[in-house]
Structures are given as C-alpha cells and as structure tokens.
C-alpha cells in the first residue's frame, strides 16, 4: 500500500516524540533546506537530534494535516518547554522533502469565544473546490488584509456562522475590523505562499505586528464560498544578525 507524502510528514514529526529514526528517511537531508532561522543547517543529523529531543519527553500533536502538490502542510501543537502551535511547511521532490518552513507561536487562549487555537473540524471537503477557494482566499488577503479594503470582510466572511480561533479575537468581528485598520498593531504587507486542500487554504504572509518584522500564518475554512472559520499564527522574525543560517523566513 502507498503511503502518502501527508502520513510520512506525520510519520516524521511524531518521531520528535518517539524519538524512531525510520521516518526520517522522508527528508533529503543532503538537499534540505531548512527555513526556520533558529535552527543550524545540517549540523546534526535529524535522526540524532529527534533521539536526542525525544529524550526531553516532548509532546508532539499533529491536529490536521494537508496535501497540495508537491506540499505538505500540517497544523501542531507541541509542548517541549512550553506549550506551542505551528504550522509545518515541506516541499517534496522525487519522493523526498527537501524543503521546510514554519511558524510557531506560543500557545495562548482561550479566546473570547472561549476556543483554543487549534479545537475544530481536522477533515478535509470539497476537494474538488481546491482551486477555487485558494483564489478566493487569496483575493481576500490581497484585498482586505494587505490593501485594507475592510469592506471585503463583509463579502468574503459568513458573519452569521464565522468561528474563530485566533487568541485575540472571538466570532465578533469588531476587535478584528479595529486591529486591521490600524497598521500600528498589524500591518500585512505581502503574501508568499497560498496551499490549499479542499475547504481548507493557508496563506503565508509577511509584515509587522505591534512594530515587529513579522509572518503571518492564517488557515481558513471556506464553505458555500465563505470563509466560515479561521486559525492562526504570529511570530516576530529574529533579526538577520541572529539568524543560525542563510535561507530567510520565506
């Protein structure tokens, strides 16, 4: 039976837990680049460094996980020193992930509608909307996000059924309509990535959050062409001098 790119990703970030190096050999490690910039490239193998972290007692919880392409891209929780949320991005290439990125935040909430930042639904619908939704989040983005036309969040968003994660802002889209429009608190300035399964899309995006060079994780959930439900990340980028190597945030 084929596994698939999503089960080895899993596969490989549970062995952080178990500290099992047969998952490693999912990752070219001889071509990975690795895009999180506090972490040395290639100064010690994966499969010594997850024996060596599952020595720690981490927990590693892969909520959701999706495939687009030639990416995988997951939604996590860990609680190594201190409990946190990412999402993990890998591109693969002749069978192997060569490629990673992330963006971790530490675990904060409930939020004002009293949900964590990562409760919800984990499957996958409407496959076949795939391309459909990620333009559609991404024109939302562009649109309301980084040219501020806050008006869209009344056409893209279903207000009457939204569900929000994100541990600064509950259902009620007033906190969020009042963060947006001033680019003091948030300000995002150009998106990167969009990967998209089904009703689910994630867009990777760049900026300023409370005046801190900034990236911006934001998973959507679109149904009957509306964005019904969202999660996120926020994590200040170390400045250049501090980071472990060369290959940038994005």
């Known amino acids: 039976m084929t596994v698939s790119n999503k089960d080895r990703i899993c596969a490989l970030l549970k062995s952080i837990e178990t500290g099992d190096p047969g998952p490693v050999s999912?990752?070219?490690?001889?071509?990975?680049?690795?895009?999180?910039?506090?972490?040395?490239?290639?100064s010690e193998g994966l499969a010594a460094l997850f024996k060596r972290l599952s020595?720690?007692?981490?927990?590693?919880?892969?909520?959701?996980?999706?495939?687009?392409?030639?990416?995988v891209f997951a939604h996590t929780e860990y609680?190594?020193?201190?409990?946190n949320i990412g999402f993990e991005v890998f591109r693969f290439e002749d069978g192997q992930a060569v490629e990673h990125w992330d963006n971790i935040q530490k675990r904060q909430g409930p939020n004002g509608a009293g949900r964590s930042m990562v409760d919800g639904p984990t499957e996958v619908r409407d496959v076949e909307?795939?391309?459909?939704?990620?333009?559609?989040?991404?024109?939302?983005v562009e649109t309301a996000l980084i040219a501020g036309d806050l008006n869209q969040m009344d056409i893209c968003i279903d207000?009457?059924?939204f569900v929000e994660h994100s541990p600064r802002f509950s259902d009620n889209l007033t906190a969020l309509r009042a963060e947006l429009s001033d680019p003091g608190i948030v300000n995002y300035q150009h998106i990167h990535r969009v990967l998209a399964e089904g009703d689910f899309v994630l867009t990777v995006c760049?900026?300023?959050?409370?005046?801190?060079h900034s990236s911006f994780y934001d998973l959507f959930r679109v149904a009957d062409g509306k964005i019904v439900e969202h999660w996120d990340t926020v994590e200040a980028i170390a400045p250049r001098s501090a980071w472990k190597n060369d290959n940038g945030k994005f």
């Open 129 to 140: 909307k795939t391309e459909e939704n990620r333009t559609f989040v991404r024109t939302f």
């Open 206 to 212: 760049e900026g300023e959050y409370m005046g801190a």
């Open 26 to 42: 999912v990752v070219n490690e001889a071509r990975y680049i690795q895009h999180n910039p506090q972490t040395h490239e290639g």
């Open 55 to 71: 020595e720690t007692s981490p927990r590693v919880n892969i909520v959701r996980a999706f495939e687009d392409g030639a990416f």
């Open 79 to 83: 609680d190594f020193s201190r409990r």
């Open 159 to 161: 207000t009457a059924t």
